[in-house]
């Protein structure tokens, strides 16, 4: 199994999306600083992963979701979740909580 998976930077509100064999280490080894592309971005928060059966279905979606379309499609998938942390962390940050 494979998956697809995007990461949300609490430092810098962007994405990243990747492909692995193992979700769980691959999250940590972000969240460690041991992924170059996103060593400087921490904490990075799992928010979207889909499975894949083989490698070869899980790099061609991976390549999908980081064009135009994908980036729209996620955004769109997880507009509920998106517009919750907006809200979550516009309300800490204007009423000077951590």
Do not use: Q
Not at 20 to 34: E, M, P
Request: charged share 30%.
């Amino acid at each position: 199994m494979y998956y697809v998976y995007a990461l949300k930077s609490s430092k810098d509100g962007e994405f990243y999306t990747g492909h692995t064999g193992n979700l769980k280490l691959r999250v940590i080894r972000h969240n460690k600083g041991l992924v170059n592309s996103t060593k400087y971005r921490k904490p990075l928060k799992l928010i979207y992963y889909e499975a894949c059966l083989n490698r070869k279905d899980a790099v061609r979606r991976e390549i999908y979701l980081k064009t135009a379309w994908g980036k729209r499609y996620l955004k769109n998938r997880l507009k509920e979740f998106l517009k919750r942390s907006l809200r979550d962390s516009s309300f800490g940050a204007s009423h000077g909580t951590p």
